[in-house]
């Protein structure tokens, strides 16, 4: 009963703290000073030197700690924030001797109205304070004379970390462009990109995306300045842009196979890397494989595997999923798929040897079969030309001795052709004609 009791009056005493908080700010006077009841019992005050500001001009942000004991072990910062609806800025400054101090110059493209202003610190145990105020930022005059119109880059655009995001405007006066001004563009994290002249009014530059930036709504404040004090001319403008964390390259090293026997180990293995190609060391980088969750563990270079024994429930298709994270939140993620497949039994390999034993002898004697039947079918028609070639010299013959009707030469010339046509022939097929000989020898002996 009595830690409720405390319970119940600390966070009595929280919400009277924060009521005051809004009261005094809603009044808007120049310091915010809070005594938190916490375990720490750590207090925290704000002031800003001025209430009221016009663009150009710096705002002192400063305050101290209070009720520092020695069981209180701080960040050693502050964090400021300065807020005005959608548009934002947020940076960190250092404690020295438990206080602090941070110069914030108004940009020309910042938005006028009533701003908050935050402050937070943190100590190790995890217990923070924090703390606001108000100020107004107004138009200077006589001063905005330039405008400011934006090429690059897009209202709303989308950008990723890792990436490089051009800013280009044109400023004008009169419709006419600006030369040699002062040119810039003020980021969320408060740095400052300058802008360099490209052609009359045509200013650009551009910035890349720390792998570790604050991802979500980015506004820009770009402004131009020219001349000083009595002739000074000035412009601004602002928008926003998204920044989404990086994609990272999760890559799956190539495997000999993706097929897997049930019970054998596996090795699984990927390659981390950012989008413009440097190695990710420390990387969280896990396996997802039907039921079971791995973690891979990095082998340097950006590798990283695990050693994976498949079980019973393994068996079929598998869509493998893998994903990684890097230290600042960026992901990336990538999909294979394999086969596990059950261990055949030690029979099995005897008949399919078997069968292929007996598909090789088979296709063997039908080889064999077809080329005898294609020899004896060209013998054959060699026979053929050879008995229509001895007819054709008899014939030949006939025609010059008997019937006188063709000349000697032309007796010659066909008698000389059929002969060469024969012996061409019997260099085919050498075996017949040395049985044909054979047996004409024998025929003649017996004769």
């Known amino acids: 009963m009595r830690i409720k009791r405390n319970l119940e009056e600390k966070a009595i005493i929280f919400g009277l703290v924060l009521i005051i908080c809004l009261l005094q700010t809603i009044s808007a006077k120049s310091s915010c000073n809070i005594q938190l009841d916490v375990p720490s019992g750590l207090g925290l005050s704000l002031q800003t030197d001025n209430e009221s500001y016009e663009k150009g001009q710096c705002i002192i942000i400063f305050g101290n700690i209070t009720n520092v004991s020695d069981e209180i072990d701080l960040l050693g910062y502050v964090k400021i924030t300065l807020e005005y609806e959608d548009w934002g800025r947020y940076t960190t400054t250092t404690l020295q001797d438990n206080s602090y101090e941070y110069l914030y110059n108004i940009s020309y493209g910042d938005p006028d109205g009533l701003w908050n202003i935050t402050v937070e610190i943190e100590t190790e145990q995890g217990n923070n304070v924090c703390c606001y105020k108000n100020v107004n930022v107004s138009l200077p005059s006589d001063i905005m004379r330039y405008k400011i119109a934006w090429f690059s880059p897009s209202d709303e655009a989308i950008y990723y970390r890792g990436s490089t995001f051009d800013i280009s405007v044109f400023i004008t006066e009169d419709d006419d462009g600006v030369t040699n001004a002062s040119a810039s563009c003020i980021l969320p994290s408060m740095e400052k990109v300058e802008l360099s002249e490209i052609k009359q009014g045509y200013?650009?530059?551009?910035?890349?995306?720390?792998?570790?930036?604050?991802?979500?709504?980015?506004?820009?404040?770009?402004e131009s300045i020219k001349g000083s004090e009595s002739s000074l001319a000035a412009g601004g403008s602002n928008l926003e842009i998204q920044i989404k964390p990086a994609s990272l390259n999760l890559d799956i090293l190539e495997q000999s196979s993706n097929e897997y026997i049930l019970g054998d180990p596996m090795e699984i293995k990927v390659h981390l890397g950012y989008p413009a190609g440097d190695d990710i060391e420390d990387a969280a980088v896990t396996v997802k494989i039907a039921d079971e969750n791995l973690t891979l563990n990095s082998e340097g270079s950006g590798v990283y595997s695990v050693n994976f024994?498949?079980?019973?429930?393994?068996?079929?298709?598998?869509?493998?999923?893998?994903?990684?994270f890097d230290q600042f939140g960026n992901s990336g993620s990538a999909t294979q798929i394999i086969y596990i497949v059950e261990r055949v039994t030690s029979e099995f390999p005897y008949y399919q040897i078997l069968g292929f034993i007996i598909v090789i002898i088979i296709s063997v004697l039908v080889v064999i079969f077809i080329k005898k039947r294609f020899s004896l079918l060209h013998l054959k028609d060699i026979e053929s030309e050879k008995e229509e070639l001895l007819r054709l010299q008899n014939e030949t013959v006939t025609n010059?001795?008997?019937?006188?009707?063709?000349?000697?030469?032309?007796?010659?010339?066909?008698?000389?052709?059929?002969?060469?046509?024969?012996?061409?022939?019997?260099?085919?097929?050498?075996?017949?004609?040395?049985?044909?000989?054979?047996?004409?020898?024998?025929?003649?002996?017996?004769?």
Do not use: C, M
């Not at 995306?209 to 604050?214: A, G, V």
């Not at 024994?309 to 990684?324: K, L």
């Open 203 to 222: 200013y650009s530059g551009s910035y890349f995306i720390p792998l570790d930036s604050q991802t979500g709504i980015w506004s820009l404040s770009v």
């Open 309 to 324: 024994t498949t079980v019973i429930n393994n068996v079929g298709s598998r869509i493998v999923e893998f994903s990684a």
């Open 400 to 447: 010059y001795y008997i019937k006188g009707s063709i000349s000697r030469e032309t007796y010659d010339i066909l008698i000389r052709e059929y002969a060469e046509r024969l012996a061409e022939l019997g260099k085919k097929h050498p075996k017949k004609e040395k049985i044909s000989r054979v047996k004409k020898i024998k025929s003649t002996r017996r004769g």
